[in-house]
């Protein structure tokens, strides 16, 4: 099913900021997760040799034979690099710490950039029907992730409710304008989503309100609020939609799908 009028293929959309442990993996998984809910055929894409979206979705390192760094390097069938997660129109292709091989810095500048482009638009991925495809980037402005943003239609940033959050933003949408001029003149914000909120913490309501107060529109109406049942679901393999249908968190990245879903549709008009 989609409402999506993309004749050329899914939206990509990468999910980025260089912090760490600013809600990356989880607003990867449980996006996937809640369009996927919503009937969207969605990929998740491991871009983060840590893999910690792999493990989330439930796929062991004993699976991962094929992982990202195939993709990238055009190494192996699709058909044993994208996996099922068990979850309905969800798939991923895994990720490993092979995936921080110096291989790629060996290439030429020019084409090293371009990998997960070329490979997301290689002939075979027509075979599949993704509406959406979502990369989980490493916490880091490294090759890698220049490569996400190079392949996106656009960026989606999780901003962690915490002192600092701004910080190190301008870094980010400084790089988000070096990869317009440069490689790919339509990427766009999807958004930014605050994440971990705690609606009883003056910090997290201040954090809110200047980033409300600095990037506008950008900003999404759903905030998610720190859960202790999305922190529990990737030890239960799962996303919090799965582990605990009901649970604020769960009904967040719900509300939040509704939100990309409404935002898209509107530019698809
Ligand atoms: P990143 O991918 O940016 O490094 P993660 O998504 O791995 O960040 O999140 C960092 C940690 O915070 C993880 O342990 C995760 O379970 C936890 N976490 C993320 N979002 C929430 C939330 N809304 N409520 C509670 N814990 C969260
Ligand atoms: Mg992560």
Do not use: W
Request: charged share 20%; hydrophobic share 45%.
């Amino acid at each position: 099913m989609s409402d999506l009028s993309r004749p050329q293929g899914p939206k990509i959309v990468a999910v980025a900021n260089q912090k760490g442990g600013v809600g990356k993996t989880t607003t990867t998984v449980n996006l996937g997760a809640a369009l996927a809910e919503q009937g969207l055929s969605v990929l998740v894409v491991d871009l983060d040799p840590q893999g910690n979206a792999s493990t989330g979705l439930g796929i062991d390192p004993e699976r991962r034979d094929y992982t990202t760094y195939d993709f990238l390097l055009d190494d192996a069938p699709l058909a044993d690099i994208i996996l099922d997660t068990g979850i309905e129109n969800l798939s991923i292709i895994p990720a490993t710490v092979d995936l921080s091989s110096a291989d790629m810095e060996l290439m030429s500048s020019e084409k090293r950039s371009f990998l997960l482009h070329d490979a997301l638009r290689q002939h075979g991925m027509d075979t599949y029907t993704f509406d959406f495809v979502l990369i989980d980037c490493p916490p880091s402005l490294n090759l890698l992730t220049v490569n996400a943003m190079v392949a996106a239609h656009s960026v989606l940033i999780p901003l962690q409710s915490e002192f600092f959050a701004l910080e190190g933003l301008s870094q980010l949408m400084l790089t988000i304008r070096e990869v317009r001029q440069t490689a790919n003149n339509d990427l766009r914000i999807e958004g930014v989503v605050l994440t971990m909120y705690d609606a009883r913490n003056n910090l997290s309501q201040q954090v809110e309100a200047d980033a409300r107060a600095n990037l506008g529109e950008l900003v999404f109406q759903t905030v998610i609020p720190r859960n202790v049942r999305v922190s529990e679901a990737p030890s239960f393999a799962m996303p919090v939609l799965n582990y605990d249908t009901a649970s604020k968190g769960a009904r967040a990245y719900r509300d939040l799908a509704v939100e990309v879903l409404r935002k898209n549709a509107k530019l698809a008009a």
